[in-house]
């Protein structure tokens, strides 16, 4: 799609015209799924999440400001992040996980070992879902969305060194994920 078409698709969204509305939805609905699951491993409350955002997303079009070429879609998926973790703020998922703190030292001074490059793109993704539920939203946030821990800590109510926690957590079960991965293929 081309600056003018994503821009007059915007505006035909806004003023609520439905054909444009669900040529949106069809051409966003699929990246907007697959943030929801990186959030959720659940598919029917990444379902859910996805609908609800576009819920939201059509209820504020009035919010959104063109900026060029790919500013439609990086709109909606901020939505869809900020609706994913209000979900998850609201059913209180986002504790951090237990961990022996011996364990997770040894699993990270072991993941410098690791080598992602030859772990297939989808194999990768599922062992990211598999992560507790607070050590993936983190990861995601660090890394896909590319927040900072302050930003982190700021969007999911906790502490910043929580943030940090959760993350050195997560890539060092990530890591032991792999390398049994890599043991078993």
């Not at 062992?127 to 660090?142: A, D, K, M, Q, T």
């Not at 890591?175 to 890599?182: C, H, L, P, Q, S």
Request: charged residues 35%.
């Amino acid at each position: 799609m081309n600056t003018i078409e994503e821009q007059s698709l915007a505006e035909a969204c806004r003023r609520g015209e439905m054909e444009a509305r669900r040529m949106l939805y069809e051409q966003y609905a699929g990246r907007l799924f697959a943030i929801c699951l990186r959030y959720v491993a659940d598919r029917a409350t990444a379902e859910d999440l996805l609908h609800d955002s576009f819920l939201k997303i059509f209820g504020s079009l009035d919010r959104f400001t063109y900026r060029g070429k790919g500013s439609l879609r990086a709109w909606m998926e901020r939505v869809t992040v900020n609706t994913t973790l209000e979900w998850l703020r609201q059913r209180s998922r986002l504790e951090e996980e237990p961990i022996e703190e011996s364990r997770s030292v040894r699993l990270a001074e072991d993941e410098s070992a690791v080598d992602v490059e030859r772990i297939p793109a989808r194999e990768l993704m599922r062992l990211i879902e598999e992560l507790p539920e607070g050590y993936r939203v983190v990861f995601n946030l660090f890394y896909v969305e590319g927040y900072s821990h302050a930003d982190i800590a700021r969007m999911l109510g906790i502490k910043e060194k929580s943030s940090s926690s959760q993350l050195f957590r997560a890539r060092a079960l990530l890591a032991r994920k792999i390398r049994d991965y890599e043991k078993n293929n």
